[in-house]
């Protein structure tokens, strides 16, 4: 084989990648990204999360999914090892949790919807990003929670907020480093609160590929460009709002119709195109909603001459579109309520309401059944089903089928997988697949285990160089003076209290071989010190058999 006499010279504004997003005229839009905003991407990224020499990378989520570029060169730059989360897991909290367990994932990305039911298992993750949706409700547990907001003509990450509990409405944070974030009017006047646009510059997108009008009107020519340094700026569509804080801005609604599902983006123009060219269909249209759950959930709405087979739309519509485009609910109407300018109105698109049948149905023949069954009625809300009804079709979402899988879980003592309901979607079919899983085993606690892989890798590392203190995580904060020191002395005691682990320490058996002992009862005492400068003891490298 010829060497390669030479390679083609790239340059910092070359074209370096397209990003498809969801178009309103039922047609995807590509974002350009040039080779100087990816490598900003990756920095901007790098100064946020902290990457260590142990650390393994769980990607988990779509390859077409934006945040896809921080997996794979966040990987690459930081030489840590990655690990895919296979497509079937990503949406089952507990098949999830154990697939990180298993392969010692310290970080990962996990979709709000997923992490509102995830249980972390075993000591390896410390650190979970969520990204696409509102995050409501939601901390973290055993590690530490990054929600991060951006959208695909930003190339992602452009504000962040380290979840310290849950909220109703988790706030988006304030600006990654190295871009700026405003709230505008429609004049284009930045505003400090209310509900407004929210707007991104910095290293983004070069505009849509081949779609100079659409380009126009979202990359826009920055009037803070003197003040902030970046010529252009995005128009997300987004509306926020600053907090009381005047630091964190808090996510709205979208300015339009465009919704996000499952944390992509849809626009509901691109659904209605797709619904109009099936044959039979004259008109349709697409909205959002939530259901009792929080959940948003798409419903489709069409005219027709005739009876239309809602189950060919559907096999129609997954040949062109993913899954989490396809609306859950079609209602045939006479005719689409239209504005008085003749425009569609779709504040008057009513909500779907499930006609459940009162026909005659097949009741449970045994207990087993019968707790599926009473699971099932929690989650659709309503008892009008028989065990040979198909889940589906009853009114069970997807957010449904991770709470099912956790409350079977509970009642039978056995692993359930979102898998197992999808495959077997009725109580007859899931009760015998349930009937065949072997029950959970249950361990008795132990007064000392082996290290974790991570844990092994860092005493190998502070062993070899004793000094080191690369994996101290330290924290400094100003207490204001009406603080109530004792107060804060109880909470942090109870916290460590509430989690015992954090009083366990290392000892050296007669082999030479380092383990974990748990001292779960052990007293916890925080002392309170007044200090002039800071002790160097804050920096002393770790004391394994110590303690804490």
């Known amino acids: 084989m010829e060497p390669i006499a030479s390679i083609a010279e790239i340059l910092p504004d070359d074209r370096a990648l397209i990003a498809y997003t969801s178009g309103s005229t039922g047609k995807p839009k590509g974002v350009v990204h040039t080779h100087d905003g990816m490598a900003q991407a990756i920095w901007r990224y790098s100064q946020i999360v902290e990457f260590l020499p142990n650390d393994v990378y769980g990607i988990n989520g779509a390859f077409n999914f934006i945040l896809h570029v921080y997996d794979i060169f966040s990987c690459l730059t930081h030489g840590i090892p990655a690990v895919i989360v296979p497509e079937e897991l990503r949406g089952d909290p507990g098949e999830l949790a154990s697939f990180i367990d298993e392969n010692n994932i310290s970080i990962t990305v996990i979709a709000p919807k997923v992490l509102k ?30 929600e991060m907001y951006g959208t695909t003509e930003t190339l992602g990450l452009a504000t962040y907020f380290w979840v310290d509990k849950a909220y109703e409405n988790t706030p988006i944070g304030n600006p990654a480093p190295g871009m700026a974030v405003y709230l505008m009017e429609e004049e284009g006047q930045e505003i400090e609160n209310g509900a407004r646009e929210i707007c991104v510059a910095g290293p983004v997108g070069r505009g849509y590929l081949n779609a100079e009008e659409q380009s126009a009107r979202t990359f826009v020519p920055n009037p803070y460009r003197d003040r902030d340094g970046f010529d252009t700026i995005i128009h997300t569509g987004d509306l926020g709002r600053l907090l009381p804080d005047g630091i964190n801005i808090e996510y709205v609604n979208r300015k339009d119709w465009m ?8 626009e509901t123009g691109e659904i209605e195109a797709e619904i109009r060219s099936i044959e039979g269909i004259a008109d349709a249209a697409a909205k959002d909603f939530t259901d009792s759950t929080g959940e948003i959930f798409l419903a489709a709405y069409y005219t027709s001459p005739s009876k239309i087979n809602i189950d060919e739309v559907r096999d129609v519509l997954a040949r062109v579109l993913p899954s989490y485009m396809i609306p859950a609910y079609f209602t045939q109407l006479d005719e689409m309520p239209l504005t008085a300018n003749g425009k569609l109105d779709r504040q008057a698109l009513e ?33 009008s089903f028989g065990i040979n009804d198909d889940f589906f079709q009853i009114g069970l979402s997807s957010i449904g089928v991770i709470r099912l899988t956790t409350k079977l879980a509970e009642i039978f003592s056995v692993p359930v997988a979102v898998s197992d309901i999808r495959k077997y979607p009725t109580v007859r079919e899931l009760t015998g697949q349930i ?41 400094l904060f100003h207490l204001s003076p009406k603080v109530d020191i004792p107060r804060l002395k109880s909470a942090v005691e109870a916290a460590i209290s509430a989690h015992p682990y954090l009083k366990a320490r290392l000892f050296v058996t007669d082999d030479g071989t380092y383990r974990v002992r748990r001292d779960d009862e052990a007293p916890v005492t925080v002392e309170i010190n007044n200090v002039d400068k800071l002790p160097d003891k804050l920096v002393t490298p770790f004391d394994f058999t110590g303690g804490f």
């Open 351 to 383: 909500k779907p309401k499930i006609v459940h049948s009162v026909r005659n149905f097949d009741p449970p023949q045994n207990e087993e059944q019968a707790k599926i069954r009473r699971a099932v009625e929690e989650i659709v809300e309503h008892k």
């Open 259 to 266: 919704v996000k599902i499952n944390g992509q983006r849809v």
């Open 435 to 475: 009937s065949s899983k072997e029950p959970q085993a249950h361990y008795d606690l132990l007064r000392d285990y082996p290290l974790s892989q991570t844990q092994k890798g860092i005493l190998v590392e502070s062993l070899a160089h004793p000094e080191t203190t690369i994996y101290h995580l330290p924290s």
């Open 117 to 146: 039911y995830f249980k972390k298992q075993g000591e390896s993750l410390r650190l979970v990003m969520t990204v696409g949706e509102r995050l409501v409700n939601a901390c973290g547990d055993g590690f530490r929670l990054l």
